[in-house]
């Protein structure tokens, strides 16, 4: 493998009126970006152009092209979706807002199947306003799961960055199922993906993992929920006796509290917020990643930003951070391949 192999990237712009164009574009001027990577922007010509103006990058141009086979390892470039034209209502959901973006996944998708790009960026989308009889999903992550993954095979959501990796059992579900959902086999299922991915995505040797528990103070022997003693403790003694480092189950309160994640490599939460607070508290600029597929997906760990679209004023930091992340995992799996 080549150190100064350059991967190409397909980009999808996300949804139109919220801080995408920003921080793509924003992105692509770091010319240390450029030299690592060919990005393909799966995106709208005009809207583009607009942000450009708007946010007054009229040095920025992208070349536009009809596939990523065209793309030029030089310059950014742009594929057009969609040839009439889109009105742009800055910080506002809408519907062609939503269709834009879900046509934007399906052809990058589609192009990441064929080979024709390596890998796949995303920009926030409105999970509401996406919402199609095609696209079903609550988040990237089960999109991305269906798309490349199917009926059998599954994929862990992850927040990413410098000194903190966290996995989540469960991803969008309504807090009231989530202790009916959670059971030993999908608790063990997540572990080995997450011990899985350090060991190819992220290039760790014999990774340790800790594994938080689903009620307060890890369940107090049973006197404040059994979870613990009946699902999650047999899981990761499952683990261990297939020589998975994982140790728990931690009340999260405590765990975080007191600097313990420091300590292991990933920590695997039971739930969307219990792992997503004490990762957003700690990192602003952080990377969500879609483990356990045969195909790498990253994104910035933020939102739509409608409240400061179009005002020149989103960091683009993490869309950054996803660029380099996706890089990182193509080279660690060549290594370790």
Request: proline share 4%; hydrophobic share 40%; with cysteine.
């Amino acid at each position: 493998m080549s150190e100064n192999k350059v991967y190409k990237l397909g980009i999808t712009h996300g949804d139109l009126n919220g801080v995408g164009y920003e921080v793509i574009i924003k992105s692509l001027c770091d010319n240390k970006i450029m030299e690592l990577c060919t990005p393909v922007v799966y995106g709208l010509s005009k809207v583009s152009s607009f942000y450009r103006k708007n946010l007054d990058m009229q040095d920025f141009t992208f070349q536009f092209i009809k596939n990523a086979e065209q793309a030029n390892s030089k310059k950014p470039s742009l594929i057009n979706l969609y040839e009439e034209e889109v009105k742009v209502e800055v910080g506002t959901s809408t519907k062609i807002a939503g269709q834009m973006a879900e046509r934007a996944l399906y052809a990058a998708g589609r192009d990441l199947k064929n080979k024709q790009i390596d890998a796949i960026v995303t920009a926030p989308i409105n999970k509401e306003n996406i919402q199609s009889d095609k696209f079903v999903f609550p988040g990237h992550t089960e999109f991305f799961e269906h798309y490349f993954g199917g009926s059998e095979r599954k994929a862990l959501m992850m927040m990413v960055s410098d000194d903190l990796r966290v996995g989540f059992v469960t991803n969008h579900q309504p807090f009231g199922q989530i202790a009916s959902i959670i059971n030993k086999h999908l608790v063990y299922q997540k572990i080995e993906i997450l011990n899985n991915t350090l060991l190819r995505d992220f290039g760790v040797a014999n990774p340790k993992i800790a594994v938080l528990s689903l009620n307060p103070h890890a369940g107090d022997n049973g006197l404040v929920g059994n979870e613990e003693k009946e699902i999650i403790g047999p899981a990761i003694e499952l683990a261990f006796q297939n020589h998975i480092n994982a140790f728990g189950p931690f009340s999260a309160d405590g765990f975080f509290g007191s600097g313990t994640y420091k300590k292991f490599d990933a920590v695997l939460a039971m739930y969307h917020d219990q792992g997503m607070l004490p990762f957003k508290l700690l990192h602003t600029e952080g990377v969500n990643f879609t483990a356990g597929l045969p195909v790498v997906h990253t994104a910035p760990g933020h939102g739509t930003a409608y409240d400061i679209a179009g005002q020149n004023q989103a960091d683009a930091q993490a869309m950054r951070n996803a660029i380099y992340l996706a890089i990182d995992i193509l080279r660690n799996r060549e290594r370790f391949q």
